[in-house]
């Protein structure tokens, strides 16, 4: 992408109205425009990024056994009526009437409507198990909106939700999305502390949210001192295997506690434990037959019997996701993407455009890195190196290439690796090589 055409509104000064670092950043990078309290425009750069960590999410929810599909947004309230929950959640469901005066609300969840899509097509046990999941855009009405896309009104989410026959099944489908939420975050750069946490509204006895360490996360939580240098995925199981034994240890030794005082239940001692605070980014229900007795989601069990089915639910906030990275990944002049998720891989900085030497390599490097299968955002504007380095910094692209008439004299270009600040001279041939390996 040429930033001479790109539409990358960026800022020097920093909006009054942002209170965080990732909403200063969202804003001074051109990634998203208010409409409203708590409702955003994503902007184009804001937008690559927002579609791989949907992707990398969407990946690793298949790789569970979870097969997607795409619910609307606009739902029946006689659906929530038969499930208890419509006048039970409260003023943050917003709520609407069409034309012919029926109830409608924008959907803050989907527990009820894939639980009306289940008992519609699943009659055996035969069926199950089955998770189904979809990526979607959700409306809850915040009294409060603020710090962004970390707590606005509309947010893009992920919802899986899980059918099993028994108690036994569940329970492994609910560890099946512990390990892949596990891996999600891995992918996305983020290390994640599974915390047990209060179902709420949702309803059950059994939930985890993932935590990102963050200064200004709003959540307190105690966790293992080794945490963020431990890899639990280095022997993790494979979905196929027994579970039981990996969920133990992490949630046994690993995973944090809302209180200090949860400890006396925790083989870990004391003296093990650090304070911290950080940012829920993923939730995780397992319900039993919350939604399915008073649904009616029942199937003929292997006795023929009717049996209500056992499910979960298990939501990650993708756009919030995005804020949470950039509060863990940022230093004074912007953010530092992760290399997985960053809106382009490579920034190519064009010192003097109109210099026919300088020109000509600097196409030619973008041609090449573009047929390498690399996103490349090639700075050919007609703006000072000051301000070009400031921008790419700010973005937080992973690697800098940079070309100028001074080096190439030389035979050298500079590559520069955002998230140490480490520059090194390469020929054009050997920078090309370590981009492209």
């Given at each position: 992408?040429?930033?001479?055409?790109?539409?990358?509104?960026?800022?020097?000064?920093?909006?009054?109205?942002?209170?965080?670092?990732?909403?200063?950043?969202?804003?001074?990078?051109?990634?998203?425009?208010?409409?409203?309290?708590?409702?955003?425009?994503?902007?184009?750069?804001?937008?690559?990024?927002?579609?791989?960590?949907?992707?990398?999410?969407?990946?690793?929810q298949n790789a569970a056994g979870a097969q997607e599909l795409l619910m609307p947004t606009i739902q029946s309230a006689d659906l929530w009526r038969e499930s208890g929950r419509y006048d039970?959640?409260?003023?943050?469901?917003?709520?609407?009437?069409?034309?012919?005066?029926?109830?409608?609300?924008?959907?803050?969840?989907?527990?009820?409507?894939?639980?009306?899509?289940?008992?519609?097509?699943?009659?055996?046990?035969?069926?199950?198990?089955?998770?189904?999941?979809?990526?979607?855009?959700?409306?809850?009405?915040?009294?409060?909106?603020?710090?962004?896309?970390?707590?606005?009104?509309?947010?893009?989410?992920?919802?899986?939700?899980?059918?099993?026959i028994d108690a036994a099944s569940a329970r492994r489908s609910y560890q099946k999305m512990f390990l892949a939420y596990l891996r999600t975050f891995a992918r996305l750069g983020l290390k994640?502390?599974?915390?047990?946490?209060?179902?709420?509204?949702?309803?059950?006895?059994?939930?985890?949210?993932?935590?990102?360490?963050?200064?200004?996360?709003?959540?307190?939580?105690?966790?293992?001192?080794?945490?963020?240098?431990?890899?639990?995925?280095?022997?993790?199981?494979?979905?196929?295997?027994?579970?039981?034994?990996?969920?133990?240890?992490?949630?046994?030794?690993?995973?944090?506690?809302?209180?200090?005082h949860d400890v006396a239940n925790s083989p870990v001692p004391e003296s093990d434990l650090v304070s911290a605070r950080g940012i829920e980014v993923g939730h995780i229900f397992n319900f039993?037959?919350?939604?399915?007795?008073?649904?009616?989601?029942?199937?003929?069990?292997?006795?023929?019997?009717?049996?209500?089915?056992?499910?979960?639910?298990?939501?990650?906030?993708?756009?919030?996701?995005?804020?949470?990275?950039?509060?863990?990944?940022?230093?004074?002049?912007?953010?530092?993407?992760?290399?997985?998720?960053?809106?382009?891989?490579?920034?190519?900085?064009?010192?003097?455009?109109?210099?026919?030497?300088?020109?000509?390599?600097?196409?030619?490097?973008?041609?090449?890195?573009?047929?390498?299968?690399?996103?490349?955002?090639?700075?050919?504007?007609?703006?000072?190196?000051?301000?070009?380095?400031?921008?790419?910094?700010?973005?937080?692209?992973?690697?800098?290439?940079?070309?100028?008439?001074?080096?190439?004299?030389?035979?050298?270009?500079?590559?520069?690796?955002?998230?140490?600040?480490?520059?090194?001279?390469?020929?054009?041939?050997?920078?090309?090589?370590?981009?492209?390996?």
């Amino acid at each position: 992408m040429r930033l001479s055409s790109f539409f990358m509104p960026t800022l020097k000064e920093t909006p009054t109205e942002a209170q965080i670092v990732s909403h200063r950043l969202m804003l001074r990078a051109g990634m998203i425009r208010q409409t409203s309290a708590g409702i955003y425009a994503w902007l184009p750069l804001g937008h690559r990024v927002l579609k791989k960590i949907e992707q990398i999410v969407r990946e690793e929810q298949n790789a569970a056994g979870a097969q997607e599909l795409l619910m609307p947004t606009i739902q029946s309230a006689d659906l929530w009526r038969e499930s208890g929950r419509y006048d039970d959640y409260g003023k943050e469901m917003l709520r609407i009437t069409d034309r012919h005066d029926r109830d409608m609300l924008f959907g803050p969840t989907n527990e009820e409507m894939i639980t009306d899509i289940f008992r519609s097509f699943v009659k055996s046990y035969r069926q199950l198990p089955l998770n189904l999941y979809h990526i979607q855009w959700k409306f809850r009405d915040e009294i409060r909106p603020r710090f962004g896309v970390m707590r606005g009104r509309e947010f893009l989410m992920k919802d899986a939700y899980s059918f099993d026959i028994d108690a036994a099944s569940a329970r492994r489908s609910y560890q099946k999305m512990f390990l892949a939420y596990l891996r999600t975050f891995a992918r996305l750069g983020l290390k994640a502390i599974p915390m047990r946490a209060d179902t709420g509204p949702i309803g059950g006895d059994l939930s985890h949210e993932f935590i990102i360490l963050a200064e200004t996360g709003e959540s307190g939580v105690f966790c293992h001192k080794d945490w963020m240098e431990l890899d639990v995925l280095k022997d993790a199981p494979g979905m196929d295997d027994d579970l039981q034994p990996f969920f133990d240890r992490v949630t046994g030794i690993y995973a944090a506690t809302d209180e200090k005082h949860d400890v006396a239940n925790s083989p870990v001692p004391e003296s093990d434990l650090v304070s911290a605070r950080g940012i829920e980014v993923g939730h995780i229900f397992n319900f039993g037959t919350k939604y399915s007795k008073p649904m009616n989601a029942v199937v003929a069990g292997p006795n023929g019997e009717s049996v209500p089915v056992e499910m979960g639910s298990y939501g990650i906030g993708v756009s919030r996701l995005m804020g949470a990275i950039i509060e863990a990944s940022h230093d004074d002049n912007g953010i530092v993407w992760p290399d997985a998720v960053a809106p382009f891989n490579v920034g190519l900085i064009n010192l003097k455009v109109g210099d026919s030497e300088t020109d000509r390599v600097c196409q030619d490097l973008y041609a090449k890195l573009q047929a390498a299968g690399l996103d490349v955002a090639y700075d050919d504007r007609d703006e000072r190196p000051g301000a070009k380095f400031a921008d790419m910094d700010l973005i937080g692209v992973p690697w800098q290439l940079v070309v100028g008439p001074r080096g190439l004299k030389t035979g050298v270009v500079e590559l520069k690796r955002r998230a140490t600040g480490v520059k090194e001279e390469l020929s054009v041939d050997a920078a090309l090589a370590k981009l492209t390996q």
